[in-house]
T-cell receptor
Framework: GQQLNQSPQSMFIQEGEDVSMNCTSS?????WLWYKQDPGEGPVLLIA?????ELTSNGRLTAQFGITRKDSFLNISASIPSDVGIYFC???????????FGTGTRLTIIP | SQTIHQWPATLVQPVGSPLSLECTVE??????LYWYRQAAGRGLQLLFY??????ISSEVPQNLSASRPQDRQFILSSKKLLLSDSGFYLC???????????FGPGTRLTVL
């Protein structure tokens, strides 16, 4: 099935660094969601975006709904060890029961 | 508050054996329910979703099936497992007509 393109595929950073990742689609979405998955666990919702241009924060996390409605961005400031995991974006349109998921960005923190 | 349960948490099964994974949701009514599979280091693949009791939509043709015998119960089954069925199986729910999906803890299936 269709998947959104996430980049980068993986990131290796040092603790305290800022992180940026993005998600792009060939088609528009009405809603963008960002999830984080810890190893061996189910994804957990981080941020939900419902309006083009919207900028939403959740603690050190900030996500933006792209103006074109074909992309979204997630930033993490001052990374800490518990930020390690896989980050997934997901898009959805009204009336569609299904989410379209991104390919994921794996974040690793180098000691 | 709503909670979602999956069991078993881990399962090791021989090739050709049957499978039954269960997912239940508490604290909500008439949820949409979803089964996903995740191969090691990969993304999420939607297998089935259900908008109501007895209503199942299949996304990927395979030897798996799903059933929804009760409003908040979703079951994933197979009559004969294949090696390629190994993976991490995730159940999710959402409020009808609302986009956000909430995931369960997952079941790690290893087929030997």
């Amino acid at each position: 099935g269709q998947q959104l393109n996430q980049s980068p595929q993986s990131m290796f950073i040092q603790e305290g660094e800022d992180v940026s990742m993005n998600c792009t689609s060939s088609s528009i979405f009405n809603t963008w969601l960002w999830y984080k998955q810890d190893p061996g666990e189910g994804p957990v919702l981080l941020i939900a975006l419902y309006k083009a241009g919207e900028l939403t924060s959740n603690g050190r996390l900030t996500a933006q709904f792209g103006i074109t409605r074909k992309d979204s961005f997630l930033n993490i400031s001052a990374s800490i060890p518990s930020d390690v995991g896989i980050y997934f974006c997901a898009g959805q349109n009204f009336g569609n029961e299904k989410l379209t998921f991104g390919t994921g960005t794996r974040l690793t923190i180098i000691p | 508050s709503q909670t979602i349960h999956q069991w078993p948490a881990t399962l090791v099964q021989p090739v050709g054996s049957p499978l039954s994974l269960e997912c239940t949701v508490e604290g909500t009514s008439n949820p949409n329910l979803y089964w996903y599979r995740q191969a090691a280091g990969r993304g999420l693949q939607l297998l089935f979703y259900s908008v109501g009791i007895g209503q199942i939509s299949s996304e990927v043709p395979q030897n798996l099936s799903a059933s929804r015998p009760q409003d908040r119960q979703f079951i994933l089954s197979s009559k004969k497992l294949l090696l390629s069925d190994s993976g991490f199986y995730l159940c999710a729910w959402s409020v009808r007509a609302v986009d956000t999906q909430y995931f369960g803890p997952g079941t790690r299936l290893t087929v030997l």
